[in-house]
């Protein structure tokens, strides 16, 4: 008992305690923006910003929810290309049938996911690779393996160019109601406290009489969705449906979740330390385009991919210190 | 159907549950052939059987973890029909299991109210409430608690309490506890024996599985005794002896097992040699607190005391698993014990108490099973030596009358006790000194069991020294030649053979300071 | 009649014998239906496009064995096969052009080393797990090889290097051969050596590994080691192939195809077992499949979607056989 307090000092470390490090890193590299950087603070600096992350922080909130259970998603990247498309193809009847109708698709998919997962019971990490890749053909199949540009004459391109009451782009709010909605479903629902039990104990979850099939089943899909929106995003910043686009961004989802504190073997997590680690992981990037502009130093924009890593590296350093426990007796 | 019902009103119009000619089966094996099993409102019933006896498939047949391939259960006279954990909760059945189910990495709240949650006017989970509730729950039994923490962050005390509390809260009818109290300490029993005592007294019936024939007299009114997938016999507590008990638990006759002990080994008749092992006031992070002992050659020195004494503790260290943070552990040749490696390299092997988690290697063969910890004495430019392994495997299949269906099987199809002499086998190859044995007839049947208690005394005649770890107080009192009892990571008294007797052993384990006066004799 | 099929039925076990029989559908198939498939030119770019999947593949075998997984493959092989062309067309190896060659071999292989002693170490010696330990490399390893190169292809004329990916021994590719050797090499190592006993003992029970004395992270740290120099070597087979060297684009996706590779050759993502053979069958099957499809006016994109069923049916297979 002499060492109580470390062991409960690394427990809370553990648990909540982890998203800490990600707000602490993320304020800090923003302060350094603001005072090095003239227009970092500027509204064009940041609505561009939100905008073009907007997708990268609703799919990993989404991979968040998945990772929660102790699973993983790798086709949100394919299924965001896949829903591009078909919100580009549905963009001449406008955002109201486009978005929806991405979505649904991005939902569709996400149900084959958990279908494999829950049903079929096909580790997380093999089923979700078979739809990558069948949602990536099946992008490429519809759209004929080219870019399918949006209806410009449709009130879809609002979407990320008009600004919503003058402020910012829609997008942005779009993406902000849907983290609200999502921070409100993991901390204040039962499908959301399940969630959080089933990756902290599946067996024991199931002891309890908690639905875990059906937690499983929601996360996958929940996630679908998150890319299928991404997807809607996709298309509306660049004019087009990119069936080509989307590799790697669920290793990126992965990074940010993981940046965000959540334990990859799930339990413990938030919505708000993985917007967090996306939005740091993105301001890499940021950071970097500004210190080019400068001129004093002239970094190659391959070097965000180096620093990202880097940041993993410390993240994860910085995690298995922590989560190192002593083991009690045993008998 | 009619009949049936009327028969069951008529002859125990009480009962809350009634489990009548249970079975099941496992892949075909036979975990469960006509179990029977009563229980009445508001009593405390004990379930006892050794390992494998079927207790706990029972159990979990009746809380919907598994489906019984036949029998029939009511509730109240009334079928019940429950095939998930869920089921069984909603039906007022609450499980308390031996490895906690319950989600260490959430908060205390959370355990307590998963799945019931308050809801505010919005439908959402109303987080005050069910602090408030949980809190007022707990104060029932005189804990107060941050419920805000998680839960992993308590004692195990503590969680076992809040399993209650979850139960509690579900408004059982019955809670059933499956090896409670083995990881408390004596206060925090004495806790959760008054809160099974105030269940008791607002209606609540207890089904108490325990190891610990004393606990059954202090709070248990009735017993089951199960055997080999069947129910023996079911007695009212205070009519029955210890040794009645165990007798019917053991399916033989009392007296004989009076005359003629329960194990195949007998310690205390060999002259031991030169000392091998000394463990000087062994400390450690996991809980050892200064242990020291000896070991000589052709000696078998067992390893006593209650749960958390730190036995397992001692043998790891020995073993190098855990590092030291004080004391000596000096071989006869002097080297250092730091990895599992160094320990085998200097002779030492460690037949490790859980053979599923520590032990086996499940999809591999028998013979790889057996040569793993000997592969680097095998190596022949880089690659196993397959003559000589087989040649060793056949040896030792012979030898310890391993039955399997040739070397080449999986070990998972071997039964628990093949198991175990495989795993024996595996460092009876490495020819070793000091043999280190953490329960080592744990989970097998009782041939298997006399087996290869004669297969270690006969090695221990050839020279082999033995450090036993055991619960089974005959495989200690009979078979070590001195028996060092641990308590609270500390070395604190020894006994000699011949002449230990179980409850001189007793009395070494239980006697201590601050806690007088708490006899718990597992079996 | 019925008895032996059901006999045959209840003998099969889709994890051993579902590669080989797929494949031989496959081969049927194409014999019966696509044109020109007995044309040795048909074999040669099968070899070819195979090799580096294949290499990957067995190595990603050995990783997933001790229950792990590597995700930076693709990345590392990018990062070998833009180190290369820096090395052989620099000025030290114009000056010594022998020595050039070599250093543009080992060197690139050394560095994947390396990159595998790294995702080794933090997966055994500090306990992260193998997705997010690999990830880092995933991430940055591609970055730093646009950072050597600048982003730039490389193009070269090198015949001796390109010998790698263009040279043939007895009529066939040379990479062919040196599947094949590897090929032989690590099911000697599996199959044989204490090594390999070690690495399926640790993928089978690490704790129970640990305590018979198995010197578990080396084995482990060993594998990842191993897998990311065939993904060095795959890297410089690549860049050989092309006569040019494109940090983007070398062994993009390959992690995936690898681990598809080797999950079809009946590859158990909990460890255990490592069937080199599998993994090479796996790839090969791959490969057909995508070659099948192709030669029969079928979609590039649709060969995705049919490599999509390929996994989830394998994979389903081995479960349902568990159950």
Same mark, same amino acid.
């Given at each position: 008992? /002499? ?39 500027? #509204? ?54 486009? *978005? ?155 990074? /940010? ?15 708000? #330390?993985?917007?967090?680690?996306? *939005? ?52 | 159907?009619?009949?049936l019902r009327f028969l069951t009103i008529g002859n125990d119009m009480t009962d809350l549950i009634e489990m009548e000619g249970i079975g099941k089966t496992f892949a075909g094996i036979v975990a469960l052939n006509d179990a029977r099993l009563s229980i009445r409102p508001g009593e405390v019933h004990a379930i006892i059987g050794q390992n494998g006896a079927g207790k706990s498939t029972l159990i979990k047949i009746l809380t919907g973890v598994y489906r019984r391939s036949a029998g029939d259960v009511r509730m109240n006279g009334a079928p019940l029909a429950i095939s998930t954990p869920r089921e069984a909760q909603d039906a007022g059945i609450a499980t308390i299991y031996q490895e906690l189910s319950l989600v260490p990495l959430r908060s205390v709240t959370e355990n307590v109210v998963m799945g ?22 707990? !104060? ?94 079911? +007695? ?5 002896? %210890? ?40 400390? &450690? ?28 503790? !001692? ?9 030291? =943070?004080?004391? =000596?552990?000096?071989? &006869? ?45 095998? %190596? ?22 391993? %039955? ?49 208690? &004669? ?40 006994? +000699? ?13 239980? +006697? +201590? ?11 | 009649?019925?008895?032996? @099929? ?64 590597? @995700? ?26 022998? @020595? ?63 010998? @790698? ?42 704790r129970a590994a640990r305590l018979a004395g198995i010197p578990v992270h080396r084995v482990k740290i060993g594998a990842y080691v191993i897998c990311s120099g065939l993904a060095g070597l795959a890297g410089l087979i690549v860049v050989a192939i092309n006569s040019a060297s494109d940090a983007a684009r070398i062994g993009n996706l390959m992690e995936l195809d690898a681990i598809a590779a080797a999950v079809v050759g009946g590859t158990l993502l909990q460890g255990g077992r490592a069937p080199i053979f599998g993994a090479l069958l796996g790839a090969v099957i791959i490969q057909l499949v995508k070659y099948t499809l192709l030669a029969n006016g079928v979609a590039d994109e649709v060969a995705l979607i049919a490599k999509a069923g390929i996994i989830i049916a394998a994979v389903y297979l081995q ?5």
């Amino acid at each position: 008992m /002499s060492d109580t307090f470390s062991i409960d000092l690394r427990r809370y470390l553990r648990g909540g305690g982890h998203s800490f490090g990600v707000w602490v890193a993320l304020v800090v590299v923003i302060v350094f923006g603001l005072m090095r950087y003239e227009n970092f603070g500027g #509204a064009y600096n940041i609505s561009s910003f939100l905008n073009y992350n907007a997708m990268f922080i609703v799919i990993a909130v989404g991979m968040c929810f998945v990772i929660l259970t102790g699973g993983v998603d790798l086709s949100v990247g394919s299924v965001a290309a896949f829903t591009s498309v078909v919100a580009a193809y549905l963009s001449p009847f406008g955002i109201q049938v486009a *978005l929806p109708g991405a979505v649904l698709a991005g939902l569709a998919i996400g149900g084959i996911n958990a279908l494999f997962v829950v049903a079929l019971r096909i580790p997380p990490f093999i089923a979700t690779l078979a739809t990558m890749l069948g949602a990536k053909g099946g992008a490429l199949v519809i759209s004929g393996a080219q870019t399918i540009a949006i209806d410009w004459g449709s009130n879809f391109t609002k979407l990320g160019m008009e600004k919503a009451f003058d402020l910012l782009p829609w997008s942005i709010f779009i993406t902000a109601a849907v983290v609200i909605a999502l921070w409100i479903v993991l901390e204040r629902t039962s499908i959301g406290r399940t969630v959080l039990a089933v990756g902290g104990g599946e067996d024991a979850a199931g002891m309890m009489g908690l639905h875990v099939n059906r937690a499983k089943v929601f996360v996958y899909i929940l996630s679908g969705g998150c890319a299928g929106l991404a997807g809607v995003f996709l298309a509306s910043g660049f004019g087009a449906g990119q069936p080509l686009e989307g590799i790697g961004w669920e290793l990126s989802a992965i990074a /940010s979740v993981v940046v965000g504190g959540t334990l990859l073997t799930g339990g413990v997590g938030s919505v708000g #330390a993985t917007v967090a680690g996306a *939005l740091l992981l993105g301001l890499v990037f940021n950071i970097l385009n500004f210190e080019n502009g400068r001129g004093v130093i002239s970094l190659s924009a391959y070097w965000q991919m180096v620093i990202r890593g880097g940041f993993l590296f410390a993240v994860i350093l910085l995690q298995s210190q922590l989560s190192r426990q002593p083991k009690g007796p045993q008998g | 159907m009619n009949a049936l019902r009327f028969l069951t009103i008529g002859n125990d119009m009480t009962d809350l549950i009634e489990m009548e000619g249970i079975g099941k089966t496992f892949a075909g094996i036979v975990a469960l052939n006509d179990a029977r099993l009563s229980i009445r409102p508001g009593e405390v019933h004990a379930i006892i059987g050794q390992n494998g006896a079927g207790k706990s498939t029972l159990i979990k047949i009746l809380t919907g973890v598994y489906r019984r391939s036949a029998g029939d259960v009511r509730m109240n006279g009334a079928p019940l029909a429950i095939s998930t954990p869920r089921e069984a909760q909603d039906a007022g059945i609450a499980t308390i299991y031996q490895e906690l189910s319950l989600v260490p990495l959430r908060s205390v709240t959370e355990n307590v109210v998963m799945g019931y949650e308050p809801r505010t006017r919005f439908g959402l989970i109303d987080w005050t409430a069910a602090h408030a509730r949980t809190r007022e729950i707990l !104060a029932r039994f005189g804990v107060d608690i941050d419920v805000t923490r998680q839960l992993g962050s308590y004692s195990t005390a503590v969680q076992q309490l809040v399993a209650i509390a979850r139960a509690v809260s579900l408004d059982a009818k019955l809670v059933i506890m499956d090896e409670a109290t083995s990881s408390l300490d004596d206060q925090e029993i004495e806790t959760l024996f008054a809160v099974i005592n105030t269940l008791k007294a607002t209606g609540v019936a207890v089904l108490y599985i325990s190891h610990f024939l004393d606990e059954l007299y202090r709070i248990c009114d009735r017993v089951t005794i199960m055997r080999d997938g069947q129910t023996v016999n079911t +007695h009212r507590v205070a009519e029955t002896t %210890k040794l009645g008990l165990v007798s019917e638990m053991l399916g033989r006759d009392a007296s004989e097992i009076q005359a003629a002990g329960l194990t195949a080994l007998s310690g205390g008749h060999g002259e031991p040699g030169e000392v091998l092992l000394e463990a000087t006031e062994i400390r &450690s992070k996991t809980g050892l607190r200064g242990a020291s002992f000896t070991l000589r050659r052709r000696e078998i020195v067992g390893l006593g005391g209650l749960l958390g004494s730190g036995r397992t503790e !001692a043998a790891r260290a020995v073993f190098g698993l855990d590092p030291l =943070t004080g004391g =000596t552990v000096r071989l &006869s040749n002097g080297a250092p014990l730091d990895t599992p490696a160094a320990a085998i390299a200097m002779g030492i092997g460690f037949l490790t108490e859980d053979r599923k988690a520590d032990g086996i290697i499940p999809d591999m063969s028998v013979r790889e099973n057996i040569t793993l910890a000997m592969l680097p004495r095998l %190596k022949r430019l880089g690659a196993v030596d397959r003559e000589r392994e087989r040649k060793l495997v056949q040896h030792y299949i012979d030898a310890l009358q391993i %039955k399997t269906a040739g070397m080449e099987q999986p070990i998972r199809e071997l039964s628990g006790g093949n198991q175990q002499k495989v795993l024996l086998a595996r460092w009876l190859a490495l020819e070793p000194e000091i043999l280190i044995l953490d329960e080592p007839t744990r989970g097998v049947d009782v041939g298997a069991k006399f087996e290869i208690q &004669s297969i270690i005394r006969k090695q221990v005649a050839d020279g082999l020294s033995v450090l036993l770890i055991s619960s089974e107080f005959e495989e200690l009192v009979e078979g070590a030649d001195r028996i060092v009892v641990l308590q609270d990571g500390r070395s604190v008294t020894e006994l +000699h053979n011949p002449g230990v007797t179980e409850s001189a052993l007793i009395g070494a384990m239980a +006697h +201590h300071a601050d806690a007088p006066d708490t006899k718990r004799s597992p079996l | 009649m019925t008895r032996t @099929l059901t006999s045959f039925c209840a003998r099969f076990d889709p994890a051993r014998h579902g590669a080989p029989l797929a494949l031989v559908v496959i081969l049927l198939f194409n014999l019966m239906v696509t044109p020109y498939f007995l044309q040795p030119q048909t074999l040669f770019v099968n070899i070819s496009q195979v090799a580096t999947i294949a290499i990957v593949a067995m190595g990603m075998t050995l990783v997933i064995a001790t229950g792990g997984i590597d @995700l930076s493959v693709g990345a590392v092989m990018a990062l070998a096969g833009a180190l290369a062309p820096l090395i052989f067309l620099s000025n030290f190896a114009a000056a010594h052009p022998t @020595l050039g060659l070599v250093a543009a071999i080992v060197v690139p292989i050394l560095l994947a080393l390396c990159c595998g002693v790294f995702n080794g170490v933090l997966v055994s010696l500090l306990g992260v797990q193998p997705i997010v330990a690999t990830l880092i490399f995933f991430i940055s390893g591609r970055g730093l090889a646009q950072v050597l190169t600048n982003g730039n292809l490389q193009t070269f004329t090198h015949p001796s290097f390109s010998y @790698l990916g263009t040279g043939r021994v007895l009529g066939l590719p040379f990479q062919g051969w040196l599947v094949l050797a590897i090929g032989a090499v690590l099911t000697w190592i599996v199959a044989r050596s204490v090594f390999g006993r070690q690495l399926l003992a640790v993928g089978g029970n690490e704790r129970a590994a640990r305590l018979a004395g198995i010197p578990v992270h080396r084995v482990k740290i060993g594998a990842y080691v191993i897998c990311s120099g065939l993904a060095g070597l795959a890297g410089l087979i690549v860049v050989a192939i092309n006569s040019a060297s494109d940090a983007a684009r070398i062994g993009n996706l390959m992690e995936l195809d690898a681990i598809a590779a080797a999950v079809v050759g009946g590859t158990l993502l909990q460890g255990g077992r490592a069937p080199i053979f599998g993994a090479l069958l796996g790839a090969v099957i791959i490969q057909l499949v995508k070659y099948t499809l192709l030669a029969n006016g079928v979609a590039d994109e649709v060969a995705l979607i049919a490599k999509a069923g390929i996994i989830i049916a394998a994979v389903y297979l081995q479960q349902a056989r568990k159950e």
